[in-house]
T-cell receptor, first 112, second 116 residues
Framework: DAKTTQPPSMDCAEGRAANLPCNHS???????VYWYRQIHSQGPQYIIH???NNETNEMASLIITEDRKSSTLILPHATLRDTAVYYC?????????????FGQGTRLTINP | GAGVSQSPSNKVTEKGKDVELRCDPI?????LYWYRQSLGQGLEFLIY????????KSGLPSDRFSAERTGGSVSTLTIQRTQQEDSAVYLC??????????????FGAGSRLTVL
């Protein structure tokens, strides 16, 4: 699976949009981009995933560049409860289960 | 059940003792994963099971660690002769593999193991 690069930490003001970048310059054509987050003392939580097109759900939006070498997770109106470590993971879409390999992620702090 | 259930939530044991950690996945989920997370560290993959296929044990750190999944549902992670470096939160996840690219993991709250 392609490796990802994320900034180790970011800050965002409460109520503003939080934009978390992820570089995956070696991504292959059949690899999806997944985002998970881990709030302190909890298990990781799935946020969103995508292949080529931008995706949006009730939690966030995922913007993938046309060349697919990078993506941005957007939390449109960040709240204090969004403070967490956010993981960007790239994984091939093959039949069957696969392990997720978590990197160090981005520690996002939402400030009041 | 509604989510992935793990027990015990906390376990304190003495060095050299064996421990068993249990995971109840979401009903119907065909894949089950074990990870561990040491204090202040990232998630480390241990093992995963999918259906009747042979498990991927590539992440188990030593032969003191083993896991089984009975009847395609409940899983037990066993650590023999525990060492202090085994202290960590052990996380279980399950997923319903419905299509390539649609394999979303749901995690439990974890079992915190402390080896004295």
């Amino acid at each position: 699976d392609a490796k990802t690069t994320q900034p180790p930490s970011m800050d965002c003001a409460e109520g503003r949009a939080a934009n978390l970048p992820c570089n995956h310059s070696t991504i292959s054509g059949n690899e999806y981009v997944y985002w998970y987050r881990q709030i302190h003392s909890q298990g990781p939580q799935y946020i969103i995933h995508g292949l080529k097109n931008n995706e949006t759900n009730e939690m966030a939006s995922l913007i993938i560049t046309e060349d697919r070498k990078s993506s941005t997770l957007i939390l449109p109106h960040a709240t204090l409860r969004d403070t967490a470590v956010y993981y960007c993971i790239v994984r091939a879409a093959i039949q069957g289960a696969q392990k997720l390999v978590f990197g160090q992620g981005t520690r996002l702090t939402i400030n009041p | 059940g509604a989510g992935v259930s793990q027990s015990p939530s906390n376990k304190v044991t003495e060095k050299g003792k064996d421990v068993e950690l249990r995971c109840d996945p979401i009903s119907g989920h065909t894949a089950l994963y074990w990870y561990r997370q040491s204090l202040g560290q990232g998630l480390e993959f241990l093992i995963y099971f999918q259906g009747n296929s042979a498990p991927d044990k590539s992440g188990l750190p030593s032969d003191r660690f083993s896991a089984e999944r009975t009847g395609g549902s409940v899983s037990t992670l066993t650590i023999q002769r525990t060492q202090q470096e085994d202290s960590a939160v052990y996380l279980c996840a399950s997923s319903l593999v419905i299509a390539p690219g649609a394999n979303v993991l749901t995690f439990g709250a974890g079992s915190r193991l402390t080896v004295l």
